[in-house]
């Protein structure tokens, strides 16, 4: 059985000087590299018929998801999670890229549509949802994320 949920989205603070984007650290791409890999060998270890490729495709993430491959209380699990499935968001937003984002909330690896204030933190978005208790859809996540920045998009243009 399939259980729907709202997917709330909020743009970024519309005050830009609380906001600072910077190219990713060479530490952060190497972080990510690694996160990329802790994902990449979990699939490998737990279906050994299922090819590795990057970005893995949306029913890769939810096989993860479903076999709760990643236990509930571990942040950095679905963290790198969150950056395979960012990758996979990337894919079908082109405009999307890797930055450093600086803001009220701290220093974070998100997603930025082109130059525009518009972000998504992946891992944020899949451990705000764990914590919830919220079954996670990753085709129904991606379809909604990319529904909205395109609209944000077209608002800030």
């Known amino acids: 059985m399939t259980s729907t949920y709202q997917v709330t989205l909020t743009p970024a603070p519309k005050d830009e000087a609380d906001i600072r984007f910077d190219p990713l650290p060479p530490a952060l791409i190497a972080h990510m590299q690694q996160q990329r890999a802790q994902v990449a060998a979990l699939v490998a270890s737990a279906f050994p018929t299922v090819p590795v490729q ?21 942040c950095d699990g679905w963290e790198a999670l969150g950056v395979a499935f960012g990758d996979c968001l990337a894919q079908r937003v082109p405009e999307l890229a890797w930055t450093q984002v600086t803001d009220a909330w701290g220093v974070d690896a998100v997603l930025r549509y082109g130059d525009a204030n518009i972000m998504v933190s992946a891992g944020t978005l899949l451990i705000k949802r764990v914590e919830e208790g919220e079954t996670i859809e990753i085709n129904h996540l991606l379809e909604t994320l990319e529904e909205f920045v395109i609209q944000q998009a077209r608002k800030s243009s």
Request: charged residues 25%; aromatic residues 4%.
């Open 54 to 74: 990057w970005p893995l495709p949306p029913s890769t993430l939810q096989r993860v998801v479903d076999a709760v491959l990643i236990d509930h209380d571990d």
